[in-house]
């Protein structure tokens, strides 16, 4: 089992940039595909990024591609989420999750998650 934890969130101004971090513990992470999910207050949760086993392969929701880029450093046990040009809509608790090695933007093929860290983006 791999335990996960978020940081990196915070209040944040519009155009600003923003990088997330979700360190593992408890197994390798190398043998998990990592995504990123967020849920805005009122919404459900939604897909963010995620990341092959190996950092090979990405994919992105529409609404942060070209914004954010998701990357992970298998020998620290760490995959990062960067977004730039953050906007109010991007407001929202940020989720890491893995899954046994299925690069998958579903949530419920997501094994593990984290507990959150909060972004605020200010207008």
């Known amino acids: 089992q791999v335990q996960l934890a978020e940081s990196g969130g915070g209040l944040v101004q519009a155009g600003d940039s923003l990088r997330l971090s979700c360190a593992a513990s408890g197994q390798p992470f190398s043998n998990y595909a990592v995504g990123w999910f967020r849920q805005a207050p009122g919404k459900e949760r939604d897909f963010v990024a995620t990341i092959s086993i190996g950092g090979g392969r990405t994919d992105y929701a529409d609404s942060v591609k070209g914004r954010a880029t998701i990357s992970r450093d298998n020998a620290n046990n760490t995959v990062y989420l960067q977004i730039n040009s953050l906007k109010p809509d991007d407001t929202a608790v940020y989720y890491c999750?893995?899954?046994?090695?299925?690069?998958?933007?579903?949530?419920?093929?997501?094994?593990?998650w984290g507990p959150g860290t909060q972004v605020t983006v200010s207008a």
């Open positions: 999750a893995a899954n046994w090695a299925t690069l998958t933007r579903i949530e419920s093929d997501y094994d593990y």
